[in-house]
């Protein structure tokens, strides 16, 4: 006796592949998956482009203060006998709220030092190192200043120095120094743009560190 085999669509022919409903739902949920994973791949580059860019922030912020420091403790001495207000001579140094100069040592890049006239002060946004050249002899115009961005967003750089304004009077807070002698502290204050993430915390540095010359 032959027996026929079960009608095409019944349920045991469906063994052998999907209906069109099951195709259709298949891909509609194989495209939920990829629409979730585009999402969750655009939220991790997300989270991962802010920590990089604070990360960023954060460094170039401490990169700015270490570079500070290491020139405002260098500021060299002109001579350790030379005494005024209690503090040794620099050999050229005076500041203002808003601005500093001195005579500093710049690195080259070769474990060298170059000697030079150092501006620190805001220009437009942006926190700037201007130099030239310490020359001895003036014989020619002075070379223009070369400018070096340290960090930019900056609403606001204030200085501030600290030491006696008078022999014999106590040390305090002053918004302006005129040198030669050094103030036994300056402190270095700078605010950024509204929402700018950043911080800068106090920058306080002692800049008879420097060996005297001579």
């Known amino acids: 006796m ?11 022919g469906r063994a052998g592949g999907f209906t069109l409903l099951e195709v259709v739902v298949a891909l509609t949920v194989l495209g939920f ?13 997300g989270i991962w482009h802010r920590q990089t860019r604070q990360m960023t ?3 170039e912020v401490a990169t700015t203060a270490r570079v500070l420091r290491v020139l405002l403790a260098g500021i060299p001495v002109a001579s350790a006998a030379n005494i005024e207000r209690g503090a040794p001579l620099a050999i050229s140094f005076g500041g203002t709220a808003d601005r ?3 005579v500093g040592d710049l690195p ?6 170059r000697r030079a006239e150092i501006t620190l002060a805001l220009k437009d946004d942006r926190l ?23 960090t930019r967003g900056v609403t606001r750089l204030t200085f501030a120095y600290f030491g006696a ?6 040390s305090r807070w002053l918004a302006r120094w005129d040198g030669p002698a050094l103030p036994e502290l300056i402190r270095v204050q700078v605010g950024f743009e509204h929402g700018d993430t950043r911080h800068w915390p106090d920058l306080i540095v002692a800049p008879q560190l420097a060996a005297p010359e001579g």
């Open 33 to 45: 998956l990829i629409i979730g994973l585009n999402a969750g791949v655009r939220t991790g580059l």
């Open 128 to 150: 700037v190192l201007s130099w030239i050249p310490r020359r001895f002899e003036q014989a020619g115009p002075p070379p223009s200043p070369t400018d070096a961005e340290l």
């Open 108 to 113: 080259d890049g070769l474990g060298l030092a």
């Open 165 to 170: 304004p008078q022999p014999g009077e106590p």
């Open 100 to 102: 500093l100069r001195f």
């Open 2 to 12: 032959t027996h026929s085999g079960p009608p095409v669509g019944s349920e045991g």
């Open 57 to 59: 922030e954060v460094a």
